[in-house]
């Protein structure tokens, strides 16, 4: 939910600015900001904010960067001692196998996470594309909300409840089996459940079933202020309509599709309840190792060193985001200097 | 959804688009009758598939047994459910309080701050501002783990005074951006008025600014409450032994599914539809006053 409210709102403000605000109120707010400068009601109003994002935010980060830098105690507390072992353990491998622990599971929650977002840009794409072509927008857009609106937990039980051992969908297999076996006249047969849950694919589409209004909204919004008319003026000059969508349109909605990507990527990466819940051991991700060793391990300095490096991902991502918008503000101002 | 509720009034406000020939190219876009195309089919399979779990969940609430076989007509999980469900009730009341008093701090910081970063300038202000924006866009799991080991590092007991800490903290942006997008649209212009006729700067506050940006403080309450109602990794967390709905649910599905859950997601979907319609009645006779 967070974060892709966030980049919508962005969106409409960068809207605002742009479109609304004569140049006279610019002046006067330049002015006023400018007199502002001496007053001391400013941080009165704003460090109270300030102050609890400090307390309740950042020290707690700064705490679990210095934690993952320490040595586990034998009471799940830390001892005050600088060692990289925690970052070592990453690294380790089973006594017994000899093959390595947490690995692997890095490597899982990468490949799953990549393809459950590029599924859902997948299916976002034609999704904004149809809502912001119809007529009836504000009904679609209201559509894509309800499910999302629900409370997550629900959804995942509700897909429980599709995928599990005697579930919805094994029923659908059974009934079709039963109707092949009556015609091929096979008697001495049974039915044997096909295992949905507790794979790693249907983490992967529990995952896209959850975030998939992430990736829409976002694209949405771009193919909804994009230019038609230039779409127009490519086919007038003969491109196919595959071509206009695929040279005009796709680049067009660039920062949309990046924003979709990164506000789908970054929750699927941290993800916890859903490979809890309809995933086994051989699909958890890192958010599990991370609840595992909190909870049951009581490894704080391990379970800091996997936040330290969620944490760094989650940054690049960002990084990339903004370094793409930037590029494009930027790509922009050059052409109005040119003209 | 006030989000969305302010994303569509800002597409029916929006009457100065880019220009002539691009509200031609778009109504004419628009106006072609909808016909088969591969981007309505593949909206038309998505629905299917974001509504396929919320159906099944409906049909199953009227299951007669307790199994995953459909059996018959009941309501029984609905008697169950209202009749007796007494901790079910108790975790929807302490996820009520928790939801209104973080609402309530995060509405409270985030109004003050929003009108202060956006009017002054002043030292801290470029940290305050990219602080606000770290907590919507860290995975939960991080912001849960540090807050436990931070509070658990200053012998806090966990309980409801830590589930509203932590929701305070993760409402705050939000209930931040939404006032300062009305902030922002506000016409400074009026307090200097209100300075010049005499009011303190108190007065100001209560009498002229607060009452103009009242929608944003509004949207912003509220879309702290759906957060903080919604939230369950960062609550597992710090929630010691109290149990709030969400945490509820998930015990319930963990340790032997009961299909109470179902008839209680039923009453939930409809309570959102409810909400959604209302919005978007609400939306029209807005559009029609302007």
């Known amino acids: 939910m967070h974060t892709l409210l966030k980049t919508l709102i962005n969106k409409m403000k960068d809207k605002k600015t ?13 002015m006023h900001s400018a007199k502002l400068k001496q007053k001391t009601t400013g941080p009165a109003y704003a460090w109270p904010m300030g102050i609890w994002f400090t307390i309740f935010f950042i020290v707690p980060i700064l705490i679990i960067i210095c934690y993952s830098f320490m040595k586990k105690d034998m009471h799940g507390g830390v001892q005050k001692v600088f060692t990289l072992s925690a970052y070592k353990s990453i690294f380790a491998k089973d006594n017994d196998t000899g093959k390595f622990i947490y690995l692997p599971i890095l490597f899982r929650t990468l490949w799953m996470t990549i393809i459950s977002t590029v599924f859902s840009i997948l299916l976002a794409l034609p999704c904004g594309y149809a809502i912001a072509r119809s007529k009836h927008q504000t009904m679609l857009l209201i559509l894509v909300i309800i499910p999302f609106m629900t409370n997550s937990l629900i959804r995942i039980f509700a897909w429980q409840t599709i995928l599990g051992q005697d579930g919805l969908l094994n029923q659908i297999f059974k009934f079709f089996e039963i109707i092949w076996h009556f015609i091929t ?7 044997v459940p096909h295992k949905f849950m507790y794979t790693k694919a ?8 959850m975030y998939l209004p992430y990736a829409i909204l976002p694209i949405f919004t771009s193919i909804d202020r994009f230019d038609f008319s230039l779409l127009e003026a490519a086919r007038d000059l003969g491109a196919t309509k595959f071509q206009s969508v695929i040279k005009i349109l796709l680049p067009g909605i660039k920062s949309g599709i990046v924003s979709s990507i990164i506000f789908t990527f970054i929750p699927i990466f941290g993800n916890y309840t859903v490979p809890q819940l309809v995933g086994s051991t051989k699909s958890y991700m890192l958010g599990n190792i991370i609840m595992d060793q909190i909870q049951k391990a009581r490894n ?13 991902v ?24 040119n003209h | 959804m006030e989000f969305l509720s302010s994303l569509i009034i800002e597409k029916l406000k929006k009457k100065s688009p880019k220009s002539e020939n691009f509200r031609h190219a778009k109504s004419n876009w628009k106006k072609r009758a909808v016909a088969f195309s591969y981007s309505n089919f593949i909206l038309c399979l998505t629905f299917l598939f974001l509504y396929i779990p919320l159906f099944v969940i409906i049909i199953f609430s009227f299951n007669k047994s307790e199994g995953a076989k459909l059996t018959g007509f009941s309501f029984r999980w609905y008697e169950e459910l209202f009749l007796h469900s007494g901790s079910l009730w108790m975790s929807l009341f302490y996820s009520a309080v928790v939801a209104f008093a973080s609402a ?4 409270i910081l985030g109004t003050l701050a929003a009108i202060g970063i956006s009017w002054y300038r002043f030292f801290g202000r470029n940290y305050i501002q990219s602080v606000s924006f770290l907590p919507m866009v860290l995975p939960e799991v991080i912001m849960g783990v540090s807050l436990l080991i931070f509070l658990s590092g200053i012998n806090m007991n966990l309980g409801l005074t830590t589930i509203i800490i932590a929701h305070a903290t993760f409402c705050l942006p939000f209930a931040y951006l939404m006032v300062s997008s009305r902030v922002d649209e506000f016409d400074y212009s009026i307090i200097e008025a209100s300075h010049d006729l005499g009011a303190t ?19 912003g309450f509220m879309m702290s409450i759906t957060l903080s109602i919604e939230d369950f990794v960062i609550t597992s967390l710090v929630n010691g032994n109290v149990e709030t709905l969400p945490i509820f649910v998930y015990n319930m599905i963990r340790h032997g599914v009961s299909p109470v859950i179902n008839s209680l997601s ?10 959604a319609i209302l919005l978007r009645k609400g939306l029209k006779s807005f559009a029609a006053a302007h």
């Open chain 1, 18 to 30: 742009t479109n609304k605000k004569s140049f006279q109120l610019e002046i006067a707010s330049k």
């Open chain 1, 202 to 209: 249907a983490v992967i589409l529990v995952n896209i079933y």
């Open chain 1, 185 to 191: 006249g096979n008697k001495d047969w049974a039915f």
């Open chain 2, 266 to 275: 039923f009453v939930l979907i409809l309570i959102i539809c409810f909400i």
């Open chain 1, 314 to 337: 989650t940054m690049i991502a960002i990084l990339f985001m903004l370094a793409s918008d930037k590029h494009e503000k930027n790509l922009k101002k050059q052409e109005k200097n």
């Open chain 1, 300 to 312: 704080i300095p391990l379970a800091s060193a996997f936040s330290v490096l969620l944490t760094i």
């Open chain 2, 201 to 219: 700067e108190k007065q100001t506050l209560f009498k002229v600014i607060i009452p103009a940006i009242m929608p944003g403080i509004v949207s």
């Open chain 2, 104 to 107: 309530l701090i995060a509405t």
